[in-house]
């Protein structure tokens, strides 16, 4: 009981931090190679913490050095980057019945610092601890911005004094982007729409000799999905009767 009070005692970015701490250390590898990457692609320590805190992801920051790495244009990096992180729609989104009341500046504040992992940690500390407030989520947020961006800072100056070969980010990149895909394995639609959008890929690239074509087949493969996850909808709602069958086919009545 003694523990207890003194967890609830805990000053407000104390407790955050003990909530976040798992999170902030599990940042400090995947941001050293990140940063290493970005110094290697050019960027100097101040433009590697600028683009730590305006695009607080792991995956955009490696989407970045992969785009340069090809030379893309700057146009194509910035929709590559938009395109990927829409998902923050839908996580905020969840998030937003926790923050009703709360005034524009702070859901703009807290949401330049979210991410897919504080999100996570957020929504389950939201979810299971009455105590947990805004400014508890702030301080999560924060915490793990600074972890990140701390991090890749590092990465950063260890890489102008560690040769790394720049072959390596080509490799590191796609293995990474190849495991995200096969998590979606489970998931058939995002599976079809994954192979389209490669296939479409490899053919606009090879047409347009530009990473335009990364984009059209982003858009093209994500518009398929939609329409297919639209189609699908629909025709369950018209063969959801008012009569269902249980496992064995016996047909079951609701009265």
Known sequence: MRNYHACKKRTPWLEAFYAVLPLCLSYIPVGLACGMLL?????????????????FSGGAQFLV???????????????MVFFLELRYALLGSSLSQFFKKE??????????????????????KYSTDPEWNRKKALYVNWFSMASWTGSTI??????????????LVHFALTAMFIFMFMMQMNNGLLLITGLLSGGLAIIFMLMFKNTF?????????SFVGYLIERFRKTSNTKNDGPNHYDLTGEEVHHE
């Open 39 to 55: 110094q290697k692609a050019g960027f100097n320590i101040f433009l590697t913490a600028l683009l730590s805190m305006l695009v």
């Open 65 to 79: 050095v992969s785009m340069l790495s090809v030379h893309a244009s700057f146009v194509s990096t910035i929709l």
């Open 103 to 124: 005034k524009r500046s702070f859901i703009a504040l807290f949401s330049q610092s979210m991410n897919d992992e504080n999100y996570a940690v957020n929504y389950l």
């Open 154 to 167: 590092l990465g950063t100056i260890f890489g102008s004094v560690i040769h790394v070969d720049t072959e």
């Open 213 to 221: 074509g990364l984009i059209l087949a982003t858009l093209l493969a």
